[in-house]
C-alpha cells in the first residue's frame, strides 16, 4: 500500500494526524514548520520530534518533494524546472527573476482539457489532476534550487492545466502556501490564480476568502473570437464572465489582471483595443498583452511590434494600466503557452 505525502496537507490535518499516531497536537505543529518554514523534508532531521514519533510516522507516511528531472535555463534568466511525478507524467514549473522580484509560475494538472487553440500544453490534452502535495511540492522545490536566503517571490498559477478545474487541490495548496504562522508564509498579494474563465469557479474562489489575485485569460473582445480561440467560451460567455469578474471581491489597491496573447489578424485591430476598453469599463483591471509565442504547428503568428504598441496606447489612453510581457523562456519552451512535457509513460493524446 503507498504511504500517503505528508507534504500538501494542511497544519491542522498534521496535528489531527499527531494524535492519531498518539502524540500531542503540538508535534504536528513541529513537523509543519520543519517541513512548510524550515524545508526540511528528512524526518531524521527533524531532531526535536520524538524517536518513536517519527518512526511512526516513517511507518505510514513519506515527505515527498520532487526532485527536477532537468533544469533548462534560458538566455533571459528564467529557468525551467522539469518534474516527474510520481506514475511517470511530467510537470514543469517556470522561475523568472526580474531584480528583486522572482516569479514562480507552476502547474497544476499534467495537461489541459479546455483546448485553447493558441496554446501548446492544450493540444496535450487532460491527463489528470495535481494532488495538492504536488502543487505545493513545485514551490518547495523551486525555492531549494535558489541560492541560500531566497525564494521565489510571487506565485503564479499559471503552468499547465487550468488551476479552478482543479479546486479543491488549488485551494488547500493556496491555504498551506499563505498560512502565517504554520505554512509557507507567502502573502495572498503575491499569488496569482488564472482562469480560462470558470465562472462558478470564479464566484466560489471570491467566497473562500483567500485574498488572492485573479487573472483571467481573456484573449479576445467579442464572443464569436473568443469562443473560436477559446471553447470555455460556449459555456460561459463574455458577459457571464465580466458579472463573475465584478463580484470577485477586491482589496482597496488589488486589480485584476487581464492576459491577452496577441495572435495577428484575430485580435490585434485598434476596434479590438476598443472593444477591450469598453468591456473593463467599472473594472479595476491591469492588462498584460502577451505576443504570442510561436511554436511548431500553430495557426497562428505574432503581430508587428507597431500593432502591439497601437493596441497598447489605446488601453493607456482610456488610463488602463497595460504592459507588453515579452514572455520569458521562449528559447527554452517555458513561456507562456508553451508548456508541454511528453508522459515518461504514456504518450502525448494529440499533437
Ligand atoms: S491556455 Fe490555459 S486553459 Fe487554455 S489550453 Fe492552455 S493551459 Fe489550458
Redesign the pocket.
Known amino acids: 500500500m503507498s504511504r500517503a505525502n505528508l507534504v500538501g496537507l494542511l497544519p491542522s490535518e498534521l496535528e489531527d494526524l499527531a494524535v492519531e499516531l498518539g502524540a500531542s497536537r503540538y508535534r504536528g505543529r513541529q513537523l509543519a514548520t520543519w517541513m512548510y518554514r524550515k524545508s526540511v523534508f528528512d524526518l531524521e532531521a527533524m531532531t526535536d520530534l520524538p524517536r518513536d514519533f517519527r518512526q511512526a510516522l516513517a511507518e505510514s507516511a513519506v515527505v515527498e518533494v520532487p526532485e527536477p528531472e532537468r533544469e533548462m535555463p534560458s538566455a533571459d534568466g528564467s529557468r525551467k524546472l522539469v518534474f516527474v511525478l510520481n506514475g511517470g507524467s511530467r510537470i514543469s514549473s517556470v522561475l523568472m527573476p526580474d531584480d528583486e522580484r522572482i516569479t514562480l509560475c507552476v502547474s497544476t494538472q499534467v495537461g ?5 487553440g ?2 501548446l ?2 493540444v496535450m490534452g487532460l491527463e489528470r489532476n495535481l494532488t495538492a502535495g504536488e502543487i505545493v511540492g513545485q514551490i518547495l522545490a523551486a525555492n531549494r534550487l535558489l541560492e541560500e536566503g531566497r525564494r521565489a517571490t510571487h506565485i503564479v498559477f499559471m503552468g ?3 488551476p479552478l478545474a482543479n479546486y479543491a487541490a488549488l485551494v488547500k495548496a493556496v491555504r498551506i502556501l499563505t498560512d502565517p504562522k504554520l505554512g509557507v508564509g507567502y502573502s495572498p498579494r503575491r499569488i496569482t490564480v488564472s482562469t ?1 474563465g470558470l465562472v462558478p469557479g470564479i464566484d466560489k474562489l471570491g467566497r473562500e476568502d483567500l485574498k488572492v489575485n485573479l487573472a483571467i ?1 481573456l484573449h479576445a473582445t467579442t464572443d464569436e473570437v473568443r469562443t473560436r480561440l ?1 471553447p470555455v467560451n460556449r459555456s460561459f460567455d463574455l458577459a457571464a464572465l465580466m458579472a463573475a469578474v465584478k463580484r470577485y471581491p477586491l482589496a482597496s489597491r488589488q486589480r485584476v489582471f487581464f492576459e491577452y496573447v496577441m495572435l495577428e489578424d484575430v485580435n490585434d485591430t485598434v476596434e479590438d483595443a476598443q472593444r477591450l476598453v469598453r468591456l473593463l469599463r467599472g473594472v479595476k483591471a491591469k492588462v498584460n498583452l502577451i505576443p504570442f509565442n510561436d511554436w511548431e504547428g500553430a495557426r497562428f503568428r505574432r503581430p508587428p511590434l507597431a500593432r502591439i504598441l497601437a493596441f497598447q496606447s489605446v488601453l493607456l489612453g482610456a488610463g488602463i494600466t497595460t504592459t507588453v510581457r515579452w514572455s520569458k523562456g521562449e528559447d527554452i519552451g517555458a513561456a507562456c ?1 508553451q ?1 508541454r512535457e511528453p508522459s515518461a509513460v504514456a504518450t502525448v493524446r494529440a499533437g
Open positions: 489541459c482539457g479546455f483546448a485553447c493558441f496554446c500544453t492544450g499547465m492545466g487550468e480560462v485569460s477559446m503557452g508548456l
